[in-house]
């Protein structure tokens, strides 16, 4: 059997190693309410992070430099942001506590166990429940919510709710205008 040897260059793993410390010392202490200090120190190791972005003091970010996040986007407690390749977190988007966003994997057919990485996209107002699992090369379509602990292998199309592993679409998610009573909704 061949050892399994890492892809990933000297300086990424130098990289790794200051975030690390840095998120030992500094940002994991952060008090839960320092959104900005989080979004500076995310900064300054190369996160593109949009105003109003809020990402917490448990969330584990693996490599800050492959991160974005637009606008009003949010990464809850014990987020698991495994971002060996880009991770991007559209506009109003959240992902709910101890969800794992998955962008590595290991090609099971080389006996070396390569690694393999793809992206992971998250649409605009699209809300990820607790503890779900997205895989990489997916695409999360805008407004779509995926149910707690779904187990996200395929892209999911706009506005669609998903549940399950592995999760399948149950149902259109249908907005009601704001100022409304229950019974009225439109769609997106």
């Known amino acids: 059997m061949t050892p399994y040897r890492s892809p990933l260059g000297w300086r990424t793993q130098a990289a790794r190693l200051v975030w690390g410390i840095v998120w030992v010392l500094v940002y994991r202490p952060s008090p839960r309410i320092c959104f900005g200090w989080r979004r500076l120190i995310l900064r300054a190791f190369g996160a593109r992070m949009a105003p109003g972005t809020n990402v917490y003091p448990t969330t584990w970010v693996w490599a800050p430099w492959n991160l974005t996040m ?21 506009e109003n988007a959240t992902v709910s506590i101890r969800s794992f966003l998955c962008t590595a994997s290991h090609d099971i057919r080389d006996p070396g166990r390569a690694l393999v990485t793809a992206p992971i996209s998250i649409g605009s107002d699209a809300f990820v429940f607790a503890e779900a699992f997205i895989g990489p090369n997916v695409t ?17 199309a ?31």
């Not at 399950?164 to 909704?185: E, T």
Request: aromatic content about 2%; glycine content about 12%; proline content about 7%.
């Open 140 to 156: 999360i379509g805008q407004g779509a919510v995926l149910g707690a602990r779904a187990v996200v292998v395929r892209d999911v």
């Open 158 to 188: 706009a506005w669609t709710v998903v549940a399950g592993n592995p999760a399948r679409p149950v149902a259109q998610r249908v907005l009601r205008p704001k100022h409304a009573g229950p019974d009225s909704a439109v769609g997106p």
């Open 70 to 90: 637009h606008a009003g986007a949010c990464l809850a407690e014990r987020v698991d942001c495994y971002c060996v390749d880009r991770v991007e977190v559209g």
